[in-house]
């Protein structure tokens, strides 16, 4: 189990910005893919952004046009850039990683796709 650490979350206005960090202890390169899911109260884990070793990404339907995904590898360092947020992006983000498994058509969304995961930061977003 690789320990994956997110920060940067908060409280923040609706149409306001926040960036999420995940620091990884060794080199994000060596990980198939990497993702951000988030999980509202009462409600399920849900995918909101990939991306593969290659640089492929993937942003959830739901996200389109707000968040993006990017890395920068000397730091091991993945990143979740999210603007405008609404209300109903408000939850627990985790930074997930896959360290062996499998290759998809795309990076992967779902949450069994993934085996390693962090513990979280906080967003909350107020109307």
């Known amino acids: 189990q690789v320990q994956l650490v997110e920060s940067g979350g908060g409280s923040v206005q609706a149409g306001g910005s926040l960036k999420l960090s995940c620091a990884a202890p060794?080199?994000?390169?060596?990980?198939?893919?990497m993702g951000w899911f988030r999980q509202a109260p009462g409600e399920e884990r849900e995918g909101v952004a990939a991306?593969?070793?290659?640089?492929?990404?993937l942003v959830a339907v739901s996200v389109s046009g707000r968040f993006s995904i990017s890395r920068v590898n000397a730091i091991n360092t993945l990143y979740l850039q999210m603007n405008s947020l609404k209300p109903e992006d408000s939850g627990m983000y985790y930074c997930a990683a896959l360290d062996g498994g499998r290759w998809y058509s795309n990076p992967p969304l779902v949450e069994s796709a993934y085996d390693n995961w962090g513990q979280g930061t906080q967003v909350t977003v107020s109307s």
């Open positions: 060794r080199d994000i390169m060596s990980f198939k893919y």
């Open positions: 991306i593969s070793r290659r640089g492929s990404t």
